[in-house]
Nanobody, 123 residues
Framework: QLQLAESGGGLVQSGGSLRLSCAAS????????INWFRQAPGKEREGLLC????????LYANSVKGRFTASRDSAKNAVYLQINSLKPDDTAVYFC????????????????WGQGTQVTVSS
């Protein structure tokens, strides 16, 4: 069973940057399209973007355009979400997720999720 684990969250000042990681054991993440989501307190889960198996990035939300991007490190079997110019509204739990059936394709309805990592942005 594939298990995902996010890390890299924390408390950061407005305007700062963070790089979140998504890791997995027992599988090669290069074989998966990785979708990133976030959920802010009291709000619905929001799709952010997806990085394809070839490294292309598809944005799910206009709000992240120009500030969020994703990348892969095959040697470390990891995928990263780079967040720049952080705002207090970016405060949320951030998740990476994949589809078990269509693992090589981006999807806004993945079914395997990590536990999330908390990002808190102070003003």
């Amino acid at each position: 069973q594939l298990q995902l684990a996010e890390s890299g969250g924390g408390l950061v000042q407005s305007g700062g940057s963070l790089r979140l990681s998504c890791a997995a054991s027992g599988v090669t993440l290069d074989d998966y399209a990785i979708n990133w989501f976030r959920q802010a307190p009291g709000k619905e889960r929001e799709g952010l973007l997806c990085i394809s198996t070839s490294g292309g990035v598809t944005l799910y939300a206009n709000s992240v355009k120009g500030r969020f991007t994703a990348s892969r490190d095959s040697a470390k079997n990891a995928v990263y979400l780079q967040i720049n110019s952080l705002k207090p509204d970016d405060t949320a739990v951030y998740f990476c997720a994949v589809s078990a059936i269509s693992s090589r394709f981006c999807t806004t309805t993945p079914d395997i999720w990590g536990q999330g990592t908390q990002v808190t942005v102070s003003s």
